[in-house]
């Protein structure tokens, strides 16, 4: 389940993916890095990702947890941002048999679960096709 204080908390990585940036060195981390993997910098400040990339692969979700159960079936991809960092998210808006790998896809936000006991409706980043 997720926590509504963390959601709160990260809600601009889940509505922006923002990430962040080396001063240094101009490496850029998603999720956010506090020291540069690349430099071994420290000072990183916060830095939106592209919305674009391409589907690496993917898998259907037929049987997943409780508070994804009403989107299933679904598609988790792993997903290559056009700044070469790789996240998974879901991909909507897709004939799940008819999906490729190496698609083309960007940004798009949408429900991500919902706490039908609190009645919280929580949204976040998942990727659609590119027309
Ligand atoms: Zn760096």
């Given at each position: 389940m997720i926590n509504p204080i963390s959601y709160w908390r990260l809600k601009d990585r889940y509505f922006n993916l923002l990430g962040t940036k080396c001063t240094k060195c101009g490496a850029e981390w998603f999720p956010p890095?506090?020291?540069?993997?690349?430099?071994?910098?420290?000072?990183l400040v916060d830095h939106e990702m592209p919305h674009t990339g391409r589907l690496l692969a993917h898998t259907v979700l037929k049987e997943p947890s409780e508070e994804f159960r009403s989107s299933a079936p679904y598609v988790v991809g792993l997903i290559e941002l056009d700044n070469g960092q790789r996240l998974l998210a879901q991909v909507v808006d897709v004939d799940p048999t008819g999906l490729q790998d190496d698609t083309r896809v960007r940004l798009t936000i949408r429900k991500l679960a919902e706490d039908t006991k609190r009645g919280t409706i929580f949204y976040g980043y998942k990727f659609t096709p590119l027309p």
């Open positions: 890095a506090r020291v540069c993997r690349k430099c071994g910098c420290q000072d």
